[in-house]
């Protein structure tokens, strides 16, 4: 059946907004991907604006050989009581954390998916083998990760020592680090792989002030709130 001019005008108006955006994407996507030139060298961040994160683009999809690892990030944290003793707590597996968060979820965000991967390949690219930072964005990366690790850390009901015991009193330091898991291959295949699980510890990293999440009160204690 024939639309009447109004749906008409209507139908047309909103091809014309899918095609203007439509043609949009695809030049901020080409520019992104094209070598440098005139346009992204001017006019950069504006393409970056719109290509990240939802747009993203990389080859791992396609690539020959995918990533076949899996990386865990994992924090613990001193604590210091109020008799002044200092004990150290268990490992706590942030990257599980987002996983479950993840799990299940039809529309989980991208903070859940992205912000610990992106923080740590950060931090691997800014330092050396040795962790020496290679530069201020070295130094920006450790403050970027101490304070991810002080939010998930204060998000917790509390904290346990290596044998499940609570631990009370105010977070020190922190320490972490990656746990590098390769994934086998499947029964069909010919290829020999190493599984051994890999850990990268990371130096121990006094808390600041500036590290913790707004509106903690120091004297409130990280484990018996």
Do not use: C
């Not at 992205?114 to 920006?140: K, M, Q, S, V």
Request: hydrophobic residues 40%.
């Amino acid at each position: 059946m024939a639309l009447s001019l109004p749906y008409q005008v209507v139908l047309a108006v909103a091809l014309a907004v899918v095609g203007v955006f439509a043609g949009v994407h695809l030049a901020m996507v080409f520019l992104h991907v094209a070598p440098a030139n005139t346009l992204t060298k001017r006019h950069g961040q504006a393409v970056d604006d719109w290509i990240y994160p939802e747009f993203e683009q990389n080859w791992k999809l396609f690539a020959p050989n995918p990533l076949q690892q899996n990386v865990s990030v994992e924090v613990r944290a001193e604590v210091a009581a109020p008799d002044g003793a200092r004990r150290t707590g268990g490992w706590i597996d942030l990257t599980a954390q987002d996983a479950e968060a993840i799990r299940h979820n039809p529309m989980p965000s991208h903070t859940q998916q992205n912000e610990l991967r992106r923080a740590i390949d950060f931090y691997l690219g800014t330092h050396g083998d040795d962790h020496r930072p290679n530069g201020l964005r070295g130094a920006l990366s450790e403050e970027y990760m101490r304070r991810i690790a002080m939010l998930r850390l204060d998000a917790l009901p509390g904290l346990r020592d290596a044998e499940g015991k609570a631990l009370s009193g105010e977070v020190r330091r922190i320490q972490l680090r990656t746990v590098t898991r390769p994934v086998p291959a499947p029964a069909w295949s010919t290829e020999k792989t190493d599984t051994a699980t890999s850990t990268r510890e990371f130096p121990w990293w006094p808390v600041t002030d500036a590290d913790r999440p707004a509106g903690t009160d120091r004297s409130r204690t990280e484990a018996g709130r």
